[in-house]
C-alpha cells in the first residue's frame, strides 16, 4: 500500500477532476497507465473503453485540455510549438485550442485593483468600461480613462489563477515524473524536461513586468521605422499582476482586405519587420496573428500583446540568417546542414536514410518557379522531416516557423501577388548590411577569441584534474543504473502489502488463541481483547483489498 499521503492526496479534488475528464473523453487506458483508479469513484474504475489512435488520440486530447483548463490550454498552445517531438497531426490539434472564456465578474476585479494599487487606483485612474475589451483565462483587459484624460488599455490578471495554475503544476510535475519512470513515451519525448519548459513559460507570461519590458524593447528596437510601433507602457502604474498601456487606435489586420489604398504596402512592411526582427534583432513576436495587429494612419503596424516572444542568440542568427539564404534560393542541402548544427541528433540517427529524404525534399521543389513556393508548404515539410528523425530543435525555432508563415498568409490576404520568398531575397542585402558593419565584426572578432581562450583555459583545469587524480591514485569510473524507479517504487507498493498481510495474518492467529481461553473481560461471550484483534484484522483487510481494487491491478 503506497502510503506517501503527501505525493497522491495533497490535491486530491483536481486529480479526482482529471482522472474523470479522461474517462469521460474516452482515454480511460490513461487512468491504469498513470495510476490515477484511485481518484476515481468506485463504479467508474472498471473501464473497457478502446485506445483511440492517430488523429481521433489527438482529438480526444485537445479536448481533454480544453476542458481542463487555463494551465492546460497554455502547456498544449507549447505544445504546439515543439514539431520535433511530437507528430504533425498533434501539432495540428493543439494549435487549435482557444484560449477564452468569460471575464470575471467586474467588482471581483475592481476589489483586485483597489488591493494592487492602493492610493493609486483613486489618484490615477479616472474611469474604468466595466465590460471587458478581451478575457482570456489569465487575464482580461478594459478600456480605462487616466487622470490626464488619457485612454488607455488595462490588462489585469485574473484573482486567484495564480494559485490555480500552481497546483495544476505540481500535479503536471507528478504525472510527468510517473509517465517518464514508467516508460510510457518513446525517448523522444521527455516529460519532465517539457513540464519544467512549460513552467518557465508560464511563470514569465503571468509576470507582467516581463511583457512589458518586452514591448520596451520591442519599440527601442524599431525607434528608427516610424511605420513600425507598439503601444508605449506606463510603467509607474504597471505592476506583476497589471499591465497599463496605451490604447491602439486603429482597425485590426484581420479586418484589413485587398481594397485598403496600401495593402500592397502593408505586406510586404509586415514581412520586412518580422525578418528584421529574427535576423538583425534577435528577439520577435512570436504571435503575429492578425488580431495582435493594428493599422494606424493607413500605413503603420502596430503589434500588441507581447506575452509570447522569441529570442535567438548571435550565434543561432547567423545560422538562421545562412538558413534563410538556403531557403530562398532552393539550397535544400545547406538547409538541412544547418538544421544539423541547430538541433541534437538521437544515438540511432541513420545519416544515410538523412540524406535521402533530404533528396526527395530537394526533388519536391526542383525547378519549381519562386513565385509558386509556398514557404508554409515548405516548412511544413521540414518540420515532418525533423520529427521523422528525432532531431531536438529550440523551441524558438519553431516559433519562428509558425510566425513567418502566418506572415506569409496575412500577406497574401492584403496582396494577391504578395510572395514572402521574393520580400526574403531583397531583405538579404539588409542582413549583409548589418552583419558587414565594422562594431559588429569588431564584436564578432572579440568573442570568437574569447571563447578560444575560455575552452583553452577549461581544456588545461581538466587535464591537470585528470592527472592529479591519476598520480594520487584517487581516479574512479561511476556507473549509473537509468529507468529502474519505477521497478523500486512497485518493489516498495509489493512489500508494503507483504508487510500489512503478515501483520492481519498474525492478528488473526493471535486473537484466535485469546478466544480460546478464559480470559476476562468478555464481549459475546468471548475474550474482549481477541475480539478487538479480530476487529483490527478485519478492518486493515478490507483497507488492503480497496487498495488492491483501485491500484486496478488484480
Known sequence: MDMNLPKHYRHFQRYSEIAQILVKNGLGFIISQLDLNKYLPFRKRISTAERPTGKMLAVKIREVLQELGPAYIKLGQLLSTRADVFPPVFITEMRKLQDKVPPENFELIEEFLKNELGDKFEQEIIKIEKEAVGAASIAQTHKIVLKNNE??????????????????????????????????????????????????????????????????????????????????????????NLLIMEEIKGI????????????????????????????????????????????????TIAYVDFGMVGRITEEDRDLMALLFYALINKKINVLMDVILILGSKPDNFNRRRFQLDMEKILDRYYGSDLANIEIKAVFEDLQYFIYEHQIRMPQDFFLLFRAIAVSEGVGQDLDPDFNVVEVGRSFISDILDDRMQLNRIAARVGSEIWKFGRKKYELNNQLKSVLEKLVKDDFTINFRHTNLENLISRLDIISNRISMSMIIASLIIGSTLLIQTDMEPRIFNIPLLGFIGYSFAGILGLLLVISIFRSGKY
Open 151 to 240: 485612454e488607455a488599455i488595462m490588462k489585469v490578471k485574473r484573482p486567484g489563477i495564480d494559485r490555480k495554475i500552481s497546483v495544476d503544476i505540481e500535479i503536471m510535475e507528478n504525472l510527468a515524473r510517473q509517465a517518464e519512470e514508467r516508460n510510457l513515451f518513446n525517448s523522444v519525448i521527455r516529460p519532465v524536461e517539457i513540464i519544467q519548459e512549460f513552467k518557465r513559460t508560464i511563470k514569465d507570461e503571468l509576470n507582467f513586468k516581463g511583457e512589458m519590458a518586452n514591448i520596451i524593447r520591442f519599440r527601442s528596437d524599431f525607434a528608427d521605422n516610424p511605420y513600425i510601433t507598439a503601444p508605449e507602457v506606463y510603467s509607474e502604474l504597471s505592476t506583476v
Open 252 to 299: 485590426k489586420l484581420r479586418e484589413v482586405d485587398q481594397s485598403h489604398p496600401h495593402n500592397k504596402f502593408i505586406a510586404e512592411l509586415g514581412a520586412k519587420a518580422l525578418m528584421r526582427q529574427v535576423l538583425i534583432n534577435g528577439f520577435f513576436h512570436a504571435d503575429p496573428h492578425p488580431g495582435n495587429i493594428f493599422i494606424t494612419d493607413e500605413k
